[in-house]
């Protein structure tokens, strides 16, 4: 196993993010796992990671299978500093999952987006959990 230092911020109940995290310990990796629904989110630790993944509140959103619309979070109106403090309080609102490696920070939507952030990958073939392939018998990515 290496031992890079790779953190993902997970949501189990989220087959994307099982997804993701598959991959990275298929490859190898030993990561930190961050259930943030369980642990919260701080506003300075939100600004740190979109930030560095190029986000912005509004574009981290998870605006299905969240309260974001009942909490009238959808509206064009919203600030980030609002959806910012609705992430905090509600952190299921973040959109998942968010990977950081010495290569970068990403949301990882879809899952094979994760590839660009390690140095080495799974042996092929790997599938998502719907079947989808993402990496070939020969150890090559699939796109689609």
């Not at 959806?83 to 939507?109: F, H, Q, S, W």
Request: charged share 25%.
């Amino acid at each position: 196993m290496t031992e890079n230092m790779i953190v993902i911020y997970h949501n189990p109940d989220c087959g994307t993010s099982r997804n993701v995290l598959q991959l990275i310990e298929a490859a190898g990796y030993l990561p930190q796992v961050i259930e943030y629904v369980k642990e919260g989110w701080t506003k300075p630790q939100l600004l740190g990671l979109f930030a560095a993944a190029d986000l912005t509140p509004r574009s981290a959103l998870r605006t299905t299978k969240s309260p974001a619309a009942e909490l009238n979070l959808l509206e064009e109106t919203v600030t980030d500093a609002q959806i910012l403090d609705a992430m905090v309080e509600y952190p299921i609102l973040v959109n998942r999952p968010i990977v950081c490696t010495p290569k970068g920070v990403r949301l990882c939507r879809p899952s094979e987006v994760v590839l660009d952030l390690l140095d080495h990958w799974p042996s092929g073939p790997f599938a998502k959990e719907d079947g989808e392939l993402i990496i070939d018998e020969r150890g090559n990515r699939v796109y689609t």
